[in-house]
Structures are given as C-alpha cells and as structure tokens.
C-alpha cells in the first residue's frame, strides 16, 4: 500500500497487449533513404496522387498566366509610352 491513509478508491486502467504490426511514416524522417533500404519497395513505393499527371498538370498551369503574345503587347506597349 502506497498511501498513508486507506482512501478505498479504486482506479481502473487498461493493459495493452503486443501486437505485431506497426505503421511508418517514412515522409517524417530526415534518415528515409535508410528505411527505404531497409524495407521491400511495395511498402515505400510513393502513389500518385493524380493517374494522369499532366493531363492534370496542364490546365492548372495556364490558368492566371498570361500568353507570351499577351506578354510581348504589354512589353510593346510600355516602350511605346517610355519613347
């Protein structure tokens, strides 16, 4: 007995058994190169996050930017106003 007066409480608590698998977040590493040595290539092997990565790539990188023809007006135009 730990305590100097009997209190007659009671505290419950869980006991974890072992288990035998484990989860890696091989992207928090600094030392991943080691773990991807280490481990089978299905395990580390990256997924891509789009089947088609340029045919998702492409619309999303014209969009907000301006034409090289849009571009050399507008270069056009201020040698204009600074002449």
Known sequence: ???RVKSGL???YIEHQPIEHFVV?????HNAHLLHVALPRSLVAPTPLHPDRQAKH???SYTGRPSSHTRSQVKGSRHAEER
């Open 10 to 12: 009671t505290q419950t």
């Open 1 to 3: 007995m730990q305590e």
């Open 25 to 29: 977040n091989t992207h928090a590493f």
């Open 58 to 60: 492409w619309p999303s």
